[in-house]
Nanobody
Framework: VQLQASGGGLVQAGGSLRLSCAAS????????ITWFRQAPGKERDFVAT????????SFADSVKGRFTISKDNTKNMAYLQMSSLKPEDTAVYYC???????????????????WGQGTLVTVSS
């Protein structure tokens, strides 16, 4: 499966952005779709995950209550809606997919074989 992430940009603190993750070559059925982010000089961190089949979601503590993750079955796309953005949310955001990752390992980037190219989110103070 090939992934394409988009929707990043420059936004002021308190603003919102919606990131999109499109799949080609396969549907997202049976996959977990996960968003990670990587700030300059830092490791790639888990943000949120979606079990495509069940619709269950999970979020990093740092984004709970501000970010949501959703899907569009007909378009085969996943979305990360980010609200109340903070300067510390500034990072390159990546979507990743795996049909094999178990629930206890969804936060580990090493578990994902398929990655989008990343989209930059910059939050100004």
């Amino acid at each position: 499966v090939q992934l394409q992430a988009s929707g990043g940009g420059l936004v002021q603190a308190g603003g919102s952005l919606r990131l999109s993750c499109a799949a080609s070559g396969s549907t997202f059925r049976n996959y977990k779709i996960t968003w990670f982010r990587q700030a300059p000089g830092k490791e790639r961190d888990f943000v949120a995950t979606l079990n495509w089949n069940s619709g269950r979601t999970s979020f990093a503590d740092s984004v709970k209550g501000r970010f949501t993750i959703s899907k569009d079955n007909t378009k085969n796309m996943a979305y990360l809606q980010m609200s109340s953005l903070k300067p510390e949310d500034t990072a390159v955001y990546y979507c990743a997919a795996s049909s094999r990752v178990i629930a206890s390992a969804v936060t580990s980037p090493a578990q994902y074989a398929w990655w989008g190219q990343g989209t930059l989110v910059t939050v100004s103070s």
